[in-house]
């Protein structure tokens, strides 16, 4: 087991959980290799910090040997781990990567003022992810007027509730007597979204109503016992440790139904978060999410002539393909950065070509062409676009749905999955959003 000095030596290195930004606070080799592109242009500079990837894809983006070499160079890492061995070393590494994702994300949300959360977080979504929630809610309300039907009282837990998107929904579909016989619990890490999304429970109903300022990690460790990184400082004013420590230890088979929206792709690790949602569910509990998933971060370098990108990319019958997705979220970020249609029609004439595709180096080849086709905002964006650097990130934790399944059957549920609002052999981004339901098995 690695010590704490290690795992602190390990993410002051990586410019974990300190008041300056990770770009300063970190050693500039490893934040080199971890933001190749931080210091270039718009929009390359949008690809942000691989360890947002899912980890399952980390060695096909990141050189974890180099950053080792460059860990090593520290006299008291080195020492360490001549007393631990290497083992203790990757260990930590990997554990501290996830948190430096989770770092990034406080990193941008602290520097979002109010009105840009308000705008982009905590007014409700439109378009697809509104058509998710609602397709999201029926599942999770059915179980929860089960439970009431058969206790009386029910409990449910919005994971990353934003503003309430994706709750809201759900409670809309229970009737007046059983949202006052419901007991609900928010996660976010944002003030706006929780006290918007308590007021608009609160406006339709519902008595009780938690709140837990925390990120998916801090909670979910806590929940399951296991240990944290020293966080030395906090951005966003997170409960304290002692603090959430209490309230997750309380919630341990206590929850009827857990839902989340277009959340759990922020983690880089989704495991720990599965596993802490296992134990805060009761028997026979059940979860409800959506969430973005397509393989286009999977490896740098796409072939897209590759045959197995043409199998669907989970078995269920309306499911995309992954070339599907590919295209989709492809063209998805240039419309998120701003650019005009005619910037997704020369992207998608390179994509008709086939071979061998690098989005990066796709961005750096067509700059010249890409710059004339950049709108005036017009979307919920419009606030952020304002401010280059409060632009949408490229690299999040969108995985493969089939990853999702793998854990949450392995700790102890069975699931099923749709993908209600795709269209396969098109280019539409419903192609890139799945639902999926679960429910714990009783032994």
């Known amino acids: ?27 500039p080799a490893i934040n080199e290799l971890l933001r190749p592109n931080a210091r270039d242009a718009f929009p390359l500079n949008r690809f942000h910090d691989y360890s947002r990837l899912p980890m399952e894809h980390w060695r096909e983006w990141i050189d974890f040997d180099a950053i080792t070499a460059e860990l090593m160079k520290n ?41 840009e959360i308000k705008k982009s977080v905590v007014e409700p979504s439109k378009g697809l992810p509104a058509d998710a929630n609602e397709e999201n809610a029926k599942g999770a309300a059915k179980d929860l007027h089960d439970r009431i039907a058969e206790r009386g009282n029910a409990s449910l837990m919005d994971l990353g509730c934003g503003g309430g998107g994706t709750i809201i929904p759900v409670i809309a579909e229970l009737y007046p007597e059983e949202r006052r016989k419901l007991d609900v619990h928010l996660v976010d890490v944002t003030n706006a979204g929780l006290k918007e999304t308590k007021r608009k429970l609160k406006a339709m109903g519902v008595r009780n109503v938690k709140t837990y300022k925390t990120n998916f990690y801090e909670l979910a460790y806590r929940v399951i016992g296991a240990k944290t990184p020293p966080r030395l400082f906090n951005p966003l004013r997170l409960l304290s440790g002692v603090a959430l420590g209490k309230k997750a230890r309380a919630l341990r088979g206590k929850l009827d139904v857990i839902v989340s929206g277009a959340a759990l792709h922020h983690a880089a690790d ?23 998933g397509h393989s286009r971060t999977e490896t740098q370098t796409i072939n897209l002539n ?7 990319v989970y078995p269920v019958a309306n499911a995309p393909s992954h070339l599907d997705t590919i295209r989709a979220m492809s063209q998805t970020w240039l419309s998120l950065w701003g650019y005009a249609p005619e910037a997704k029609e020369l992207l998608v004439k390179r994509l008709n070509q086939g071979g061998e595709f690098n989005f990066a180096e796709w961005l750096t080849e067509n700059k010249a062409r890409l ?26 934790g969108h995985r493969n749905p089939a990853e999702y399944v793998r854990l949450l059957e392995k700790y102890g549920f069975k699931t099923e999955t749709s993908y209600p609002l795709a269209r396969p052999g098109t280019d539409h981004t419903g ?13």
């Open 1 to 27: 087991m690695a010590s704490r000095a290690l795992e602190r030596m390990v993410s002051k290195e990586l410019g974990v959980y300190s008041r300056k930004p990770i770009l300063e606070a970190g050693n």
């Open 75 to 115: 006299k008291r890492i080195s020492k360490l781990v001549e007393i631990e061995g290497s083992a203790a070393l990757e260990k930590t590494l990997k554990e501290v990567m996830n948190w430096r994702a989770m770092t990034s994300y406080e990193e941008e949300w602290s520097n979002r003022t109010g009105a």
């Open 270 to 292: 989704v495991e720990p978060i599965f596993k802490a949602v296992s134990e805060m569910t009761r028997k026979d509990g059940t979860v409800h999410l959506f969430d973005w």
């Open 306 to 312: 590759d045959p197995r990108l043409k199998e669907k």
């Open 371 to 396: 710059e004339p086709l950049r709108e005036k905002p017009k979307s919920r964006f419009r606030l952020l676009r304002k401010k280059e650097g409060y632009l949408p990130w490229c690299m999040e």
């Open 431 to 443: 192609n890139m959003l799945y639902l999926m339901s679960a429910k714990k098995k009783s032994a």
